[in-house]
């Protein structure tokens, strides 16, 4: 027997956005000045008689019918696929003693049956023609479709400019890397561009799954934006850090977007070292842009120690570790030292 996974608030948020059937029901009550409760049915929704009166519908769902039937008073129940309407015009009797921060009686009865029935419950206003989604303890407020996009416009262009500036960074600290003048600061700096893009691309993740369809070509220039930042973020870590990739990006994690903007915060957590003291990189972010595997970047870097001593090798210090390939690395690695040099951006 297949179980099938609970869902996830983020997944109920898949299930209403734009183009969807319960989506367009959704917008056609707010535009009609109509407040409705829409409910999904589950065992406890039943077993613990959250709900009363009303009468039996179980019909086929239809955009037109929902919509009819929620010009009633009452709250509607829907079947668990969203294929079926149950009951119409029902009463909702959650418990009352179970804390509320909504005002409204609508909206009260609705986070309530929520929490009690552990299902999601839809909440459309009357007066303020806003929407809230509740879901056990969690509450989210619907956004109109244009809503999202001129907020997704003006955030995908702050990533933008963002990702400008670290291309600029690394174009710089590739230089600074072959010339042998890292500062702690110049670490910092690109390593606090990457997390901020990073930061900013995680909080509009939800923005996306409430646009669904409707956000696709955004979408896509999102994922051209962020491509390789994390990739980044982590070479420079595994070339600098004091401490592990792990507890480096943990760390990382819980700063605030002011706590980065302190690029000596970053550099006593992640470096353990002030910013003005040199610094050289161990090589991990140049080696990948070779063709070598990752355990062979590894065993270069072991072997090394440090970005220079590798720069400095000849052939025969490779060949313990690449064998017939020796000659093959050491010409990519004159190649892509020159280019660099030459004041090609390698990201």
Do not use: W
């Amino acid at each position: 027997m297949v179980i099938e996974k609970e869902k996830s608030f983020i997944d109920y948020i898949k299930l209403v956005s734009p183009g969807t059937l319960l989506r367009t029901v959704i917008d056609d009550l707010a535009r009609s000045g109509l407040g409705a409760m829409i409910v999904l049915d589950n065992n406890e929704l039943n077993t613990q008689n959250i709900f009363e009166g009303g009468f039996k519908i179980n019909s086929r769902f239809t955009t037109q019918k929902l919509f009819e039937l929620c010009k009633m008073d009452g709250a509607i129940i829907i079947s668990q696929d969203f294929k079926r309407i149950l009951y119409a015009n029902t009463l909702m009797t959650p418990d009352s003693s179970i804390h509320s921060t909504e005002t409204g009686t609508r909206h009260k009865s609705a986070e309530r049956t929520a929490r009690q029935a552990h299902t999601l419950v839809i909440a459309v206003s009357e007066r303020k023609k806003k929407t809230t989604l509740y879901y056990n303890q969690a509450r989210y407020h619907l956004k109109s479709t244009e809503e999202l996009i001129r907020s997704l416009s003006s955030t995908l262009h702050v990533l933008e400019k963002q990702k400008e500036i670290l291309n600029e960074q690394l174009n710089n600290l590739n230089l600074l890397e072959m010339s042998e003048l890292v500062s702690i600061s110049d670490v910092c700096q690109v390593i606090q561009k990457t997390e901020m893009i990073l930061k900013i691309s995680e909080s509009i993740k939800r923005n996306f799954t409430e646009l669904g369809r409707e956000g696709n070509i955004m979408q896509m220039r999102y994922r051209e934006l962020i491509r390789g930042v994390e990739k980044t973020e982590n070479e420079i870590i595994r070339d600098y850090a004091s401490l592990s990739l792990k507890r480096s990006k943990t760390l990382l994690a819980s700063l605030t977007f002011e706590g980065l903007l302190d690029t000596k915060s970053i550099a006593r957590l992640i470096l353990e070292k002030p910013t003005e003291e040199s610094i050289s990189p161990k090589g991990f972010r140049f080696l990948a842009h070779l063709t070598l595997s990752e355990k062979e970047n590894s065993l270069i870097v072991k072997q090394f120690q440090n970005l220079e001593n590798l720069l400095k090798a000849d052939v025969s210090e490779f060949e313990q570790i690449l064998k017939n390939r020796a000659n093959t690395i050491k010409e990519e690695i004159t190649n892509l030292r020159e280019q660099i040099l030459s004041g090609k951006v390698i990201c």
